[in-house]
């Protein structure tokens, strides 16, 4: 192996740079002798972990290790340089050069080294009795040199938060390294258990049709002059393939949608996607608890959590098996927690109706329920007040209304807080209220209207939102989370469809309904048996058979009970959704439905948010190898990027001219 | 559970078909009853595998069985129906039904029946003394009926081949889902064989940055004017994850391309990706011919087949380890076979150049080689010849020159044959040369020219093509394979570099160069060691680390060695490639090459095209379940499709305006 160290003591500054490549005139051909031994390197190496397990087989031997410069080499003597290797696994050993075969080197140079293994001298460890190890170096080849960026950016190595153009940087660290490793543990094991009950996974295509109803959808010019769409899920594929024959499918599907990337969003995510045929949502909800359960039953303890999920009680309970698994109505999770997504890991604040006190809303018929969130022993002052929970009743985080919020601070507001909401609804009988509510001073209650319990379709209610709002703050959580732990709950018994919401609203406090409607989830839900009957005439008030898997607030994943029957299909697009070009849009579907298709029902799960949650990470950002950003560029490969006119031109379109695109042309 | 039986005997018809439903005008609404009974069946079941494996404890017990009618039932006599049951698993059985309950029923009904097993009577079994097994039927529920395209399909299923728009009811066949199964099986073998090598699964984007230069790829339009594409291949973002510290990577990846899909191909597709780090094209060979050797041998026998490949003879031999598998140079493939992908299935059917015999082609001089193909005892008479030979040498068939073919059916042909070809090559010493080939009466000689052996950028040949040809044909295939097993071979060495191919050219017989590079494979493959130092004035004399794997010619995979230090490969980019925008294109490969990426090699393989040669299949729409026509379109849902302007309105594009586009808008 050709010795990379006598051409290092020539003094040769081997250190390259984009910004030297971009300003060198002509260009210097790269020296062959260095290049070369770039490639040239031992294949059998060893690791930190191998010899400091087995250090008494290893001391003094040669040693051939391969990794990086974790910090720039530190000159301490005359000739004495210390340098940290940082092996393919992350692991780090000392390395101590007298030689001089550091000299030139940098951080994140990547190298192979050789020496020998050595016991630090006992003053020089910082374990105590624990034997430290080192490693002497008698050569170095380096495989590349590092730029001086990862040099400038030192300190964002010891926070771990890199500029995202430096993604590639970010990824050395073990931390990110681990991240990317469980989740190909956590797929492994998925697909494993799915295995086991007999899953086939089965590819479906992501270039599809074009439906311009319901969500944005990437469209994709072909030269022909139409345009394929990718496919925000593998929906009806995988309703045909269990037409076609199939029982047991799933997939780990790739799913796009051009949304705002508000909230956590990636125009580009993973599902993993299954479908039964003979089956039902019983079936699936089996499967997925079990799933679920068996997931972070194996992966939860490495970030100290386990599953919860609540008693009948409403109390919080370990999950030991998938059955455990709670199972909240639509209806509960809307009017205990004012929205269908609750976090539960606060299970005991709650929103509560004066229904039972005869108090009504009169602001909006529609909206007849007031109800309440009390929170007591909150406040200690006006100024306490407004510092922690006025600012939770900001318009810019409400869809809609604001709910009215009154500290109770005095003997009058303990007696008259109610007036604060006159402008909302009427308290016939205060005394009595406020024997049954008992607000002490310190306490403070929020009010707001919403939808009769049985049609409740503003999502989250006013009440619902602010609840959310407080557990997003410091202060809400340490007053209300009961637990550290992941607490799960499935939503069932949603309304099937639901109205559309008006675009132009005339009061913008309140929604206001089209007189059409939409699917709750989408069109292909099949609903309830008891509320079959009801279907023709009061859509409105007919549940759906859909099962929404919600954690901390988050809704993971949600499948639903197919409408095998085309000719219920069929009734549903054109008759209760109104959809005039179904068959031009669904033919397919209700064609292979209309062959023989068997029962059958499925589930989609989000992968990286699954698994951003296993881990205990905020977002799916930490879980993909090269995520976008909030508005959908690639800050590393600077994407999407602007094309010449004459790229379009094959495929018969053209930029819309304006004085902006003479740049882009 | 409700009995479906009994709404049977009212003698309603329940056929659903499309057409009816298009034709009715008021839409009536689907019968509460009969709707709501193919929702609730039973959720334990058997199948036939199942009771006929324990036949003895199942006879005369209640079984239900999910599953279609695979053909009309047959009305036998007055009270007696007989029906064949297909279940999931797509095996059959037989049904007996004295009760009229398959009275409506239909091909492709979908059903839950309940019976009693019964051995059927001796006389009526078709298998001599082998028990065969009927059930007599108690119960039905008709889960879904089926309208009558499988009944006007029925001469579709015996031979499998349906018009594609009943994709769905071709996956019913057992045949299709067990190649959907096996595919599955074989995906899991893959990702535990590269478990086990500690290769990680990550998932990388599709959504990436547009590269006009090179195979047209798909743009996705975004709000933002800009555009992303779809990616043709992980290779940017997986060189950026070795760069970022991942060792082994692996994904199955889905890939897009819009060329023009002529020679099965779709416009996405899946390969298995895989990288090294600190590693280079010996580690990935050796991992993939054990990869291939374990596929094949675990996976071919199935399919009557197993691997082959040539020992250093040229002689075919079998494979027992991945390291038998032959590496061919790309010298000896363009010579003897005149393809970079040969078909070694007829090892025997090769090339010679006359060279030896100072035989040289004088028609271009940058194409001195003459060479030709003998064809030994394989034509009777001239008319004989026209038949199977002279069509083989059709100007459609061939990118530049046809071969000339003379066959030798008299003496004089005998003597004078190389006559035939005196436009393309001068003949010294005929005698001389007579005596070496030894030509028979009922032989035949195709000869014709190419570049000499160190500069054969001609791919294929003519006679290379012409081989392919032959190959193709039965007659072709009987004279020359000499196995019905898979022979595979690994192609190296390839040139680096190619000029590129002019395309106006004026004379149409041989391919024209332009004073332009262009990566033979891609511009990120290695130069060999022992040519580096013709890099800089000799770029087309070098070979690149580059491994192609062939099989029965067809390449299934490639890959190289990486240039992993940034100077050299901004080399290549702009000085030898001349590539003016390769920061720009590029920047980001290179940001993450300068900071201390190691060594690293990779390769990928086309898993369908894998997958399809593995079981024997043509085409690798066999092993898609929703394969597109050779023209994109899928005919099962009819994408592509027109979208209306102001659906692009938002992607600030439109169409170009032509009188052709008023039918879209």
Redesign the interface.
Same mark, same amino acid.
């Given at each position: 192996m050709l010795s990379y160290s006598r051409l290092l003591r020539s003094g040769r500054n081997f250190h390259?740079?984009?910004q030297s490549?971009?300003h060198s005139g002509s260009? %210097?051909?790269?020296n062959?002798e260095l290049?070369?031994t770039?490639?040239?390197?031992d294949?059998n190496?060893h690791t930190v972990e191998q010899i400091t397990n087995n250090a008494n087989s290893f001391e003094n031997s040669n040693i051939v290790i391969?990794g990086?410069l974790e910090k720039k080499p530190k000159k301490i003597g005359k000739n004495l340089i210390f340098a940290t290797l940082r092996d393919?696994n992350?692991d780090t050993i000392q390395l101590v050069d007298s030689e001089s075969l550091l000299k030139y080197r940098n951080v994140?140079?990547?190298v192979?080294i050789r020496g020998k293994l050595s016991a630090k001298r006992k003053a020089a460890s910082s374990n105590g009795n624990v034997k430290e190890y080192e490693i002497k170096l008698s050569d170095i080849n380096v495989?590349?040199?590092?730029?001086e960026?990862?040099a400038q950016l030192k300190d964002q190595k010891l926070s771990g938060i890199y500029p995202p153009e430096y993604? %590639?940087?970010?990824?050395?660290l073990p931390s990110?390294?681990l991240l990317?490793?469980r989740?190909?543990e956590v797929?492994?094991l998925l697909?494993n258990l799915l295995?086991k009950e007999n899953f086939?996974?089965?590819?479906?295509?992501?270039?599809?049709?074009?439906t311009?109803e319901g969500a944005r959808e990437?469209?994709?010019?072909?030269?022909?002059?139409?345009?394929?769409?990718?496919t925000q899920s593998p929906q009806?594929?995988k309703q045909?393939?269990i037409?076609?024959?199939?029982?047991r499918y799933f997939q780990l599907a790739?799913c796009?949608r051009?949304e705002d990337m508000r909230k956590d969003r990636q125009?580009?995510f993973?599902q993993l996607d299954l479908e039964m045929?003979?089956?039902?949502g019983e079936?699936i909800m089996y499967l997925i608890q079990n799933l679920i359960c068996e997931t972070w039953s194996k992966f939860a303890p490495l970030s100290n959590k386990q599953l919860m999920t609540l008693n009948n009680s409403g109390k919080l309970k370990d999950v030991n098996s998938g059955s455990d698994i709670y199972r909240m109505t639509y209806k509960e999770a809307m009017t205990k927690y004012g929205i269908d997504k609750p976090d539960l890991r606060a299970p005991n604040l709650k929103i509560m109706s004066l229904r039972e006190f005869n108090i009504h809303s009169y602001q909006n018929l529609d909206f007849p329920i007031f109800e309440v969130i009390i929170i007591r022993n909150a406040v200690k002052s006006k100024e306490d007040y407004n510092n922690h929970w006025a600012r939770l009743l900001q318009k810019d985080d409400y869809s809609n209304r604001v709910p009215i919020g009154v500290p109770i601070l005095s003997d009058a507001d303990q007696t008259n807080w109610f007036n604060s909401f006159s402008e909302v609804a009427t308290f016939e009988n205060p005394i009595l209220l406020n024997k049954s509510l008992r607000l002490q001073k310190g306490d403070v209650i929020f009010g707001s209207s919403r939808e009769s319990d049985s049609s409740i379709f503003e999502n989250p209610t006013p009440l619902g939102r602010l609840r959310q709002l407080i557990l997003n703050t410091p202060k809400g959580q340490e007053l209300f989370y009961e637990t550290k732990n992941d607490v799960a709950t499935w939503v069932v018994d949603f309304p099937l469809f639901s109205p559309v919401v008006s675009e132009n609203k005339k009061m913008t406090n309140y929604p206001e309904y089209e007189n059409k409607l939409c699917s709750t989830h989408h069109p292909f839900t099949?609903v309830k048996?008891d509320d079959?009957?009801n279907?023709?005439e009061h859509p409105l008030q007919v549940r759906g058979q859909h099962y929404d898997f919600v954690m901390n607030g988050v809704e993971l994943g949600g499948g639903s009970?197919r409408v095998?029957?085309?000719?219920?299909q069929?009734?549903i697009f054109?008759?209760i959704l109104k959809i005039s070009n179904a068959?031009e849009l669904f033919?397919?579907l209700?064609?292979?439905?209309?062959?023989?298709?068997?029962?059958h029902a499925g589930f989609a799960i989000g992968f990286e948010r699954m698994c951003a949650m296993l881990f205990g990470r905020e977002s799916i950002r930490d879980v993909?190898?090269?995520p976008?950003s909030v508005?959908?560029v690639?800050l590393? %490969?600077?994407?999407?990027?602007?094309?010449?006119q004459d790229?379009?031109?094959p495929?018969?379109?053209?930029?819309?001219p304006s004085k902006?695109?003479s740049e882009?042309n």
């Amino acid at each position: 192996m050709l010795s990379y160290s006598r051409l290092l003591r020539s003094g040769r500054n081997f250190h390259t740079s984009i910004q030297s490549l971009q300003h060198s005139g002509s260009f %210097v051909f790269p020296n062959k002798e260095l290049t070369k031994t770039k490639f040239i390197f031992d294949k059998n190496t060893h690791t930190v972990e191998q010899i400091t397990n087995n250090a008494n087989s290893f001391e003094n031997s040669n040693i051939v290790i391969n990794g990086w410069l974790e910090k720039k080499p530190k000159k301490i003597g005359k000739n004495l340089i210390f340098a940290t290797l940082r092996d393919t696994n992350g692991d780090t050993i000392q390395l101590v050069d007298s030689e001089s075969l550091l000299k030139y080197r940098n951080v994140e140079d990547v190298v192979q080294i050789r020496g020998k293994l050595s016991a630090k001298r006992k003053a020089a460890s910082s374990n105590g009795n624990v034997k430290e190890y080192e490693i002497k170096l008698s050569d170095i080849n380096v495989l590349n040199s590092s730029n001086e960026k990862p040099a400038q950016l030192k300190d964002q190595k010891l926070s771990g938060i890199y500029p995202p153009e430096y993604r %590639v940087l970010q990824l050395r660290l073990p931390s990110q390294q681990l991240l990317l490793k469980r989740k190909n543990e956590v797929s492994k094991l998925l697909r494993n258990l799915l295995d086991k009950e007999n899953f086939v996974e089965i590819e479906t295509p992501t270039l599809f049709k074009p439906t311009p109803e319901g969500a944005r959808e990437f469209l994709v010019p072909t030269r022909s002059g139409k345009f394929y769409a990718l496919t925000q899920s593998p929906q009806q594929y995988k309703q045909m393939l269990i037409a076609g024959g199939v029982t047991r499918y799933f997939q780990l599907a790739r799913c796009f949608r051009d949304e705002d990337m508000r909230k956590d969003r990636q125009p580009e995510f993973t599902q993993l996607d299954l479908e039964m045929g003979f089956a039902n949502g019983e079936d699936i909800m089996y499967l997925i608890q079990n799933l679920i359960c068996e997931t972070w039953s194996k992966f939860a303890p490495l970030s100290n959590k386990q599953l919860m999920t609540l008693n009948n009680s409403g109390k919080l309970k370990d999950v030991n098996s998938g059955s455990d698994i709670y199972r909240m109505t639509y209806k509960e999770a809307m009017t205990k927690y004012g929205i269908d997504k609750p976090d539960l890991r606060a299970p005991n604040l709650k929103i509560m109706s004066l229904r039972e006190f005869n108090i009504h809303s009169y602001q909006n018929l529609d909206f007849p329920i007031f109800e309440v969130i009390i929170i007591r022993n909150a406040v200690k002052s006006k100024e306490d007040y407004n510092n922690h929970w006025a600012r939770l009743l900001q318009k810019d985080d409400y869809s809609n209304r604001v709910p009215i919020g009154v500290p109770i601070l005095s003997d009058a507001d303990q007696t008259n807080w109610f007036n604060s909401f006159s402008e909302v609804a009427t308290f016939e009988n205060p005394i009595l209220l406020n024997k049954s509510l008992r607000l002490q001073k310190g306490d403070v209650i929020f009010g707001s209207s919403r939808e009769s319990d049985s049609s409740i379709f503003e999502n989250p209610t006013p009440l619902g939102r602010l609840r959310q709002l407080i557990l997003n703050t410091p202060k809400g959580q340490e007053l209300f989370y009961e637990t550290k732990n992941d607490v799960a709950t499935w939503v069932v018994d949603f309304p099937l469809f639901s109205p559309v919401v008006s675009e132009n609203k005339k009061m913008t406090n309140y929604p206001e309904y089209e007189n059409k409607l939409c699917s709750t989830h989408h069109p292909f839900t099949m609903v309830k048996l008891d509320d079959y009957d009801n279907l023709r005439e009061h859509p409105l008030q007919v549940r759906g058979q859909h099962y929404d898997f919600v954690m901390n607030g988050v809704e993971l994943g949600g499948g639903s009970t197919r409408v095998h029957d085309p000719e219920l299909q069929d009734f549903i697009f054109e008759n209760i959704l109104k959809i005039s070009n179904a068959k031009e849009l669904f033919g397919h579907l209700l064609e292979a439905l209309a062959m023989g298709a068997p029962p059958h029902a499925g589930f989609a799960i989000g992968f990286e948010r699954m698994c951003a949650m296993l881990f205990g990470r905020e977002s799916i950002r930490d879980v993909l190898a090269f995520p976008k950003s909030v508005s959908g560029v690639d800050l590393v %490969v600077k994407s999407p990027a602007f094309v010449e006119q004459d790229v379009l031109k094959p495929y018969n379109i053209q930029y819309i001219p304006s004085k902006k695109n003479s740049e882009a042309n």
